[in-house]
């Protein structure tokens, strides 16, 4: 289970626009793959109070992943897409992991 900083950028000290809620389980049993079901919950600016919803396989340690990007609510009512998430950072010693999404979308 998750509920993570959602912010504009990778630093830690970028600015806060919402929550990553969701969960991660561990799926594979020849790589290290998890079911990846996420909500991005908007809590600043135009898009408060909005969330887009990925569900998909993660394959996490592929340098660049692909998850779909399957509704929305708010202004991303009826949302499909997309979001590329890389890793920008990983704390072997703390386990803290920083990764960068790119999310594209289509939307009413």
Known sequence: MMDNALTLSPN??????????????????????????????????????STITLL???????????IPVVGGSGLFRFARGYAQLRTHTFDTRTGDVIVEYNVYVLHY
């Open 12 to 49: 830690l000290t970028s600015k806060l626009v919402g929550r990553a809620q969701g969960l991660h389980a561990m799926t594979s049993q020849h790589q290290l793959g998890a079911l990846m079901a996420m909500n991005f919950v908007f809590m600043e600016g135009k898009y408060n109070g």
């Open 56 to 66: 998909g396989h993660n394959s996490i340690f592929d340098a660049v992943r692909e």
